[in-house]
């Protein structure tokens, strides 16, 4: 079984950027499409990003299209993802997921404990 461990999060100013990890153990990665989401207060978890198993086809939420950049490092098993320009309402718990297909289909099937991202006004 799969352990996904999200690091990177923090406390940053409007504009500021900030890059989010998911290193994995337990099982290699490089096979399986992987995700970030996040959950803010109050609102449902929402979908912001995911990577193929190669990481040739990626897919944005629009709200961060332009922004965000999702990429993956198969030889250290680890997903990243780097969030420039970062604004107020990008604060949420980011949470790391994988996918049981190695392409963009299907919903996640693990998913980590997440990280706190705060952007402050």
């Known amino acids: 079984q799969v352990q996904l461990v999200e690091s990177g999060g923090g406390l940053v100013q409007d504009g500021g950027s900030l890059r989010l990890s998911c290193a994995a153990s337990g099982r290699t990665i490089s096979t399986r499409a992987m995700g970030w989401f996040r959950q803010a207060p109050g609102k449902e978890r929402e979908f912001v990003a995911a990577i193929s198993w190669t990481g040739g086809s990626t897919r944005y939420a629009d709200s961060v299209k332009g922004r965000f950049t999702i990429s993956r490092d198969n030889a250290k098993n680890t997903v990243y993802l780097q969030m420039n320009s970062l604004k107020p309402e990008d604060t949420a718990v980011y949470y790391c997921?994988?996918?049981?297909?190695?392409?963009?289909?299907?919903?996640?099937?693990?998913w980590g404990q997440g990280t706190q991202v705060t952007v402050s006004s």
């Open positions: 997921a994988m996918y049981d297909s190695a392409i963009l289909t299907g919903s996640p099937s693990s």
